[in-house]
């Protein structure tokens, strides 16, 4: 799998031989069995986590009920987890799959910034890119109907739907598990 | 004003002579009356803005009506304008006071990234913490009652409630504005 990074990361930059041998030699690649907790509220973590196949849940619990909040798949970064060294998480990360994904933490990345500035560029510019992703996608649910979330769900990650129990789709979607079902309904008329 | 930003940069990296040249002699803080808008829908723009004094309210047209997504003040960033180079607005940023801002364009932060990697480092690092927030924000947007996103907001933006009419609040809340008039009388007794 450490042939996947450098296969994504030569998309962006011109991966040298020592940055190549730098990434073969960390480990820092790890596979996680299905129901794996990354993370879990009160615990302390810095670590950050690229998957490179798989399929993690981000859930809180309120009230005693489980409230997903996000869902990562390949190609994605939970830097979600960058907390202060002293802040206990407050969510849960739940690998909803066989997951295999790069993790790293503060010490190692700035290591590796270090010895590539590349890297750090490139880490900018993606951190960028998400954060006006992430921008654009809390405006759109802002706006938009619980139907028109739903549909926008389908065109945006319609793998999904077949990666994930719909009642915790409903709860990503901010939506009542039986207003999903009466949507889906009338979509498929 | 070039003085806020050195200000503002020093509390982060030391701040060399070269910088503190190149930022005074930049002319990258611009003055902006109320109302201006800084983006509008179909336009094209690249530029980036930190705000150092005033307001901007991020909106969006939709079925004839605006809809408030966003409120940008001292001391936040404004990435989101961080669009391709051919790919319209789809929004609108408008100045809600006389506003005061630096504002940059990619090849002007390029320039300066390459002559102060340290520029470039510190930008990664805040694009990771917006983020971070950001995906909290929008976690506990999702989680939140009507009533419950009015108190966050109280806490967390208390400035705004003066500074921008009342019916923006309730759509930057997701909150029908005869809704939020509800939640403020029963908050007040």
């Known amino acids: 799998m450490e042939n996947e990074i450098i296969k994504y990361l030569s998309r962006y930059i011109p991966v040298t031989k020592e940055l190549e041998e730098a990434i073969s030699k960390?480990?820092?690649?790890q596979c996680f069995d299905k129901g794996t907790l990354l993370v879990e509220e009160g615990k302390f973590t810095q670590k950050?986590?690229?998957i490179l196949k798989g399929c993690v849940r981000n859930y809180y619990i309120k009230d005693g009920e489980e409230k997903t909040t996000e869902f990562y798949t390949e190609e994605q970064a939970i830097i979600a987890s960058a907390n202060g060294k002293n802040i206990p998480s407050t969510y849960y990360l739940e690998c909803m799959e066989p997951t295999i994904a790069a993790v790293s933490d503060p010490e190692f990345e700035e290591d590796m910034y270090r010895k590539f500035p590349e890297l750090e560029s490139l880490s900018r510019v993606m951190a960028e890119k998400i954060l006006t992703k992430q921008i654009e996608t809390f405006a759109?649910?802002?706006?938009?109907?619980?139907?028109?979330?739903?549909?926008?769900?389908?065109?945006t990650r319609p793998d999904l739907i077949q990666r994930v129990p719909q009642h915790q789709i409903a709860s990503y979607l901010g939506i009542k598990p039986e207003s999903l079902s009466r949507i889906r309904k009338r979509i498929m008329k």
């Open 140 to 155: 759109e649910f802002k706006m938009a109907s619980p139907e028109e979330r739903y549909l926008n769900f389908l065109t």
């Open 26 to 29: 960390s480990g820092f690649i």
């Open 48 to 50: 950050c986590f690229f």
